[in-house]
């Protein structure tokens, strides 16, 4: 359906099943179907169907290269198909059975060498380029495709924990029975005289079962730039950079927590609050841009202020900065603050900081090594200029007398 100010301005007909994904693309709609096809629409000048592919299984997922004249359709047989929209020609397959092996269920009956049941992908995404293909679905890995060639670059796997079901490769073969796997059957007992509860009872409820979740790749996406990529699965949201210095990790994020309040809160001169924004944004490039715009007569008053856990979170990015910023006094000065006032708590939480003040050692001590080299350098210098000046001074005297 199309709709247009809250009404339904087309209805489009055509499939004979279920319709799986849906997307625009320079002025056409594309859907893929479980009835074995996908079809393109042109939606502006009303012609219906302008074309339709025809493939070997159900489609569960259709995506639009971001120049319009590519599409790529994943299909529940394991295979990406991509489609020339200009030429209406098949350019492409791409076989997946292979690179979604792994990891076997828990009412699985064969090994997972064999199993390729409910192994195919449901997301899919080009990069920027359209040079490389992301697809992910019923299955523990993210492959990434070179579409021209339809090789695998890379796979992924998104979980290394056992307790979703689909992850292991191997099962017990005690945990199967004549009935089927113990893991999926009810375990409770009922003892003499119980009865099951009314619906809304808690006491006493025997209708608990253990239901294991089933590790799956719900949705990929290629970021705009291609540097990064993400992908919401049943661990989480996961985010793949390679840009380590743009992670974002926030802490005790809030609605409040905005780079925008950071900067009205400098301007305003509370530094405190600006500071505490910055570390809670855990972003080096916020927290550098607040810290050097403390005066040093008020560093001490605004590390005595700081709660202990930013306390830690300030000191790691300060070793960072040692090492690359030219303003090292500057920052000896936050170091020294930090350990007087908070050297007790640093020391009894030594679990935590450890790691810190031994990255804090090493770039104080590397940086002792570089002033020093430097000193004795320009100490020379200074030894021949002076040297040089009363050889000079004394021809000066000899000329005159």
């Given at each position: ?8 301005r ?93 990891g ?6 064969i ?16 990069s ?29 796997a ?24 113990m ?49 919401a699965t ?31 809160a ?49 000191l ?86």
């Open positions: 359906k199309q709709w247009y100010q809250r009404r339904v087309e209805l489009l007909s055509g499939h004979k099943g279920p319709v799986t994904s849906l997307v625009f693309s320079q002025g056409m709609l594309i859907s893929s179907s479980w009835d074995k096809t996908a079809r393109v629409w042109d939606t502006f000048e009303r012609k219906g169907t302008t074309d339709t592919l025809t493939l070997s299984s159900d489609c569960t997922a259709v995506v639009a290269r971001p120049d319009g004249a590519q599409i790529a359709v994943a299909t529940l047989n394991s295979e990406i198909t991509i489609y020339d929209l200009k030429l209406s020609v098949t350019v492409g397959t791409i076989e997946g059975r292979n690179d979604l092996w792994g076997r269920s828990k009412d699985d009956l090994s997972a060498a064999s199993q390729k049941r409910n192994r195919c992908f449901t997301s899919l995404s080009y920027a380029d359209g040079a490389v293909l992301l697809a992910g679905g019923r299955s523990k890995y993210i492959c990434i495709y070179n579409v021209e060639q339809a090789v695998l670059i890379k796979r992924f998104v979980s290394r924990n056992l307790s979703y079901d689909g992850m292991l490769q191997f099962l017990h073969s005690s945990n199967m029975t004549d009935q089927g796997a893991d999926l059957m009810d375990t409770d007992v009922y003892q003499h005289g119980d009865e099951l509860p009314l619906p809304g009872v808690t006491k006493g409820d025997y209708s608990k079962r253990r239901i294991t979740p089933q590790i799956d790749v719900h949705s990929v996406q290629f970021c705009p730039t291609g540097r990064s990529w993400s992908s049943t661990e989480g949201l996961l985010i793949y950079s390679l840009d380590n210095t743009l992670t974002f990790d926030p802490i005790d994020l809030d609605t409040d927590v905005t780079p925008q309040t950071m900067h009205v400098m301007q305003s001169g509370e530094l405190l609050k600006g500071l505490v924004i910055a570390l809670r944004l855990n972003t080096a490039l916020y927290v550098r841009e607040v810290v050097e715009q403390v005066p040093q007569d008020q560093i001490h008053y605004i590390v005595s202020a700081l709660p202990l856990h930013h306390v830690i979170a300030l790691a990015f300060i070793v960072e900065l040692l090492s690359s910023s030219s303003h090292l006094h500057f920052y000896t000065l936050w170091v020294r603050s930090i350990v007087t006032t908070h050297g007790p708590a640093l020391k009894k939480n030594s679990s935590q900081t450890m790691s810190t003040l031994n990255g804090l050692l090493s770039a104080l001590t590397s940086q002792t090594r570089t002033l020093s080299s430097l000193c004795d350098t320009n100490q020379y210098f200074l030894d021949v200029i002076l040297t040089h000046g009363k050889f000079h001074k004394s021809e000066i005297s000899q000329e005159v007398f």
